[in-house]
């Protein structure tokens, strides 16, 4: 046999570095496959070899997407065990094992261990068409050995999810370690067998995501059905596993346990040649095992995300008070199983843990109430299979991880209850007030309606198919008071459809009012969606705000908004989804800073110059924005810039040019002195965030946060001093190449300093700025900028004349500050 090898390669050797294809889709016991061929199944759906993930030089053999995505590996042989170098074989022994070896060495680093026998046999490795590389006896096609039965972090369509009881079986998923090592993780997504078999993620013996069980139709922890793929479930005496398949043979999609630990169903998308998340889980919070603790209900709607069942009480109510939920409800009363307990009726729920169910799929409900009744241990039943109406499932324990389930996808389930709490005449006069409070209610609501129709009649308003109209009296602005603003109404089903249903792994990033999602829309569009949070205490002035401020407004350096939402008590609005990010994202980040050359900052300084001109001087509306920030400025495909977030935005009426408030809004670092510190505001006041914007993209450094080994000056302070000293040039990200436009480099830091002068009159307006940006006019001498003073004087200064203002140093914004 050592012979045979040795003949083969040095046969093989004569081929160099080549790298040559296995024509067919199989290895036999007469191949070897060496790192650099590969085996393509019959249909081109999939390819196997020897690869390595991302920037990793080590080699491991894996099964990948041929006709699409390809790089995208389903499948790792020697995840635990990988190769330094290029010597790797893979080889079929006349037994039919699989061995990885290297330098055709007997140094087995990985086996199949597909067969025990002795003997030879005519054994072949086939890589399928569903992505399976099976090991088979040629003779009678019996299969040996098959990689769906020892799956990574990918589950593909046919594959078996679940546990052989007969053989011991386990085909569970682990995450890889990272990007660059598919080594097992710290995530394990598998069946638990115990009770009534569910689907659990966890992180080592940590509980952190339970599916749900099978309700005949599908796992009650993903409540909504995922169109082109049907799904089955199997619990027998010998076996019980989840698998899926592809009604349309066309699409791909596969379910991927990440690295954060979330199982994800992903679907190809030919257009975009991309994966498109379509679920997740876990998907928000109330995802998180457990989170209310026992008897505890988690709904993501509600502001405080946990709440007792009804007829039960936080079991520490100090701890729940502050937010502690960890120990869960108790009952109000106490059970008496002597003295006939009953049971309440909770709905559209995810089912409790079933590690302590019992199952009868004989049982119709009746049957079920009645078996539960007489045994005192008995918490809670309902039905088992909901597709066919019939079946029994049964908790022996305390109920935990319950949640309201999203989109109306629950199930009922009844849970034991003293007598007293379901007394009779109690219970009709219940059901007799509900029908009083419905009949008051229908009458309301009639009563509503018609005072609605004569209100709309009267101010000849309305509300046209499709538009969302809202009346500007209820907002500050005095010019806008007579119009009304329509915007596109996006029916709330699509939104949750675009989001995945808001998705974690959608947040394109979260503020004061709250996260922000991408999604995309069944023609493709791609949108970002901005979602009030139910907790926000800014929230639903700002929303109302922002629809006024940019409703209409139309400039190629303004986020543009393309419609909202107000449905089922969600306030949401749908904008243009902008690739880049945040300049943020770029300037203040060491490597994707040199991606940023000096025309592109350039071209960024004049579009934010030029959208604030059209807020001040050229729309309809004069808007000041009161929070321009380098995250508030986005950039498309083109890196062009778009200011964005007009939460906290004041419009202004034609004769308008400043005002006073009490609420301090922005963030510290962009906000003026005498807006800062007094609460006056105008177009002076973002001219003043502008030249810091400004600063900061030309250094690359943050206002706030700056620190010099030879001041305590902020980036404002700094700059001015090189200025005065003729050494302005040092100011420059040294991460920017310049060459050629030292002089426009310069000329942009002289207009920064204008525009964060101390005194608001000796700051240019935008159209100063828009205007000597682009020529060579000569420039006036600044004036010292505002907070110039070094950072301990300013502060001492600052706590002892106003204490009432706390200063912050996150990049976040404020509000409710009462300045004096």
């Known amino acids: 046999m050592k012979e045979f090898i040795l003949v083969l390669f040095c046969c093989s050797f004569v081929l160099g570095n080549i790298k040559v294809l296995v024509a067919q889709d199989a290895l036999k016991t007469s191949q070897l496959l060496r790192d650099g061929e590969t085996i393509v199944s019959a249909g081109g759906n999939f390819e196997l070899g020897f690869f390595s993930p991302e920037s990793s030089v080590n080699r491991y053999v894996g099964i990948w997407y041929k006709k699409i995505s390809t790089g995208t590996v389903v499948w ?12 790797g074989v893979l080889t079929l022994t006349a037994q039919g094992n699989l061995n990885i070896i290297v330098n055709l060495t007997s140094d087995v680093i990985w086996s199949s261990n597909s067969s025990t026998l002795d003997k030879k046999i005519d054994a072949v490795a086939q890589l399928l068409d569903t992505g399976n590389f ?21 589950l593909l369509a046919g594959m078996r999810f679940g546990i052989d009881k007969v053989t011991g079986l386990d085909r569970y998923l682990t995450s890889w370690r990272s990007n660059d090592d598919p080594g097992t993780g710290d995530y394990t997504y598998r069946c638990d067998p115990q009770g009534f078999p569910q689907f659990l993620i966890t992180d080592g013996s940590k509980k952190i995501y339970r599916l749900g069980n099978w309700n005949g139709i599908i796992f009650s922890g993903f409540p909504r059905p995922v169109s082109n793929i049907s799904l089955s479930f199997v619990n027998t005496y010998k076996e019980v596993y989840y698998m899926y398949n592809i009604v349309n043979s066309s699409m791909f999609t596969r379910l991927v346990l990440n690295q954060n630990g979330v199982a994800v169903r992903q679907t190809w998308a030919e257009k975009s040649k991309n994966w498109v998340v379509f679920l997740s889980g876990p998907t928000d919070i109330c995802d998180n095992y457990g989170k209310c603790g026992k008897f505890g209900s988690c709904n993501i709607a509600n502001a405080t995300i946990c709440e007792c069942l009804d007829k039960f009480k936080p079991r520490s109510p100090k701890d729940w008070n502050a937010g502690d939920f960890s120990d869960g409800c108790v009952r109000e009363k106490s059970l008496d199983c002597r003295n006939g307990d009953g049971f309440l009726k909770y709905s559209n729920i995810k089912l409790p843990d079933t590690e302590s169910c019992r199952s009868y799929e004989s049982m119709n409900l009746k049957d079920c109430e009645i078996l539960c009744s007489k045994n005192c241990s008995c918490t809670a039943y309902t039905t088992l299979d909901i597709n066919k109406g019939s079946g029994c499932l049964i908790w022996f324990d305390e109920l935990i991880d319950i949640r309201k389930a999203p989109q109306g996808g629950g199930q009922d389930i009844y849970i034991r209850m003293a007598a007293s709490e379901l007394g009779g005449s109690k219970g009709k006069k219940k059901e007799t007030v509900i029908i009083v409070s419905l009949i008051f209610s229908i009458g309301a609501i009639v009563l509503g309606l018609s005072i609605t129709i004569y209100m709309l009649k009267k101010k000849k308003s309305k509300r046209q198919e499709g538009r969302f109209t809202l009346d500007t009296e209820q907002f500050q ?71 006024v401020c940019i409703a209409k407004l139309q400039h190629r350096n303004l986020v543009k908004l393309l419609g909202c939402c107000i449905q089922e008590e969600e306030m ?57 920030k380098v995250s508030n400025i986005l950039l498309d495909k083109d890196l062009n810039p778009k200011i964005s977030d007009f939460g906290m935005a004041r419009i202004f009426g034609g004769d308008e040019t400043q005002a ?66 003729g050494m302005t040039e040092e100011l420059i990200d040294a991460s920017i190449s310049y060459q050629g436009h030292l002089s426009q480099v310069l000329r942009s830091i002289h207009i920064g300093l204008l525009c964060v002068q101390q005194d608001p009159e000796d700051r240019p307006s935008m159209s100063y700025v828009v205007m000597t940006l682009g020529s060579e006019v000569v420039l006036p001498q600044p004036k010292q900028p505002g907070f110039f003073l070094e950072r301990n004087k300013f502060v001492s200064e600052t706590n002892s004349s106003n204490q009432n203002i706390s200063l912050s140093c996150n990049d976040m914004s404020i509000t409710l500050l009462d300045p004096r």
């Open 76 to 87: 790792v042989a020697s995840r635990n065990n990988p190769i330094n170098n290029k010597s």
């Open 572 to 628: 949401i609005l749908i904008y243009e989804y902008l690739p880049n990010k945040g300049l943020d994202f770029f300037i203040f980040d060491e490597k994707r800073s040199k991606s940023l050359d000096w025309p592109a900052r350039f071209n960024i300084i004049n579009g934010i110059a030029r959208g604030l001109l059209y807020l001040h001087q050229d729309s309809r509306l004069r808007i000041i924005h009161r929070d321009l």
């Open 134 to 154: 099976v090991v088979k006896d040629v003779k009678d096609n019996n299969v040996l050995w098959q990689s769906f039965d020892y799956p990574t972090d990918t």
């Open 660 to 725: 006073n408030t009490r609420r301090v809004v922005g963030t510290y670092g962009y906000m003026s002195p005498e807006y800062q510190l007094d609460g006056l505001f105008s177009v002076k006041s973002d001219v003043f965030s502008y030249g810091v914007l400004v600063l900061e993209i030309v250094s690359g450094k943050r206002n706030r946060g700056f620190f010099h080994a030879d001041h305590h000056h902020n980036l404002l302070g700094h700059a001015w001093n090189l200025f005065k000293e």
């Open 477 to 547: 602005s005095k010019e806008s008071q007579q119009e009304d603003l329509e915007l596109p109404l996006i029916d709330l089903f699509a939104i949750e459809k675009a989001t995945n249903y808001f998705s974690v792994n959608n947040i394109l990033g979260e503020g004061g009012f709250g996260p922000v999602y991408k999604g995309i829309m069944e023609d493709g569009r791609e949108i970002a969606v901005k979602r009030l949070s139910k907790t926000s205490r800014q929230g639903t002035n700002e929303f109302k705000n922002e629809v």
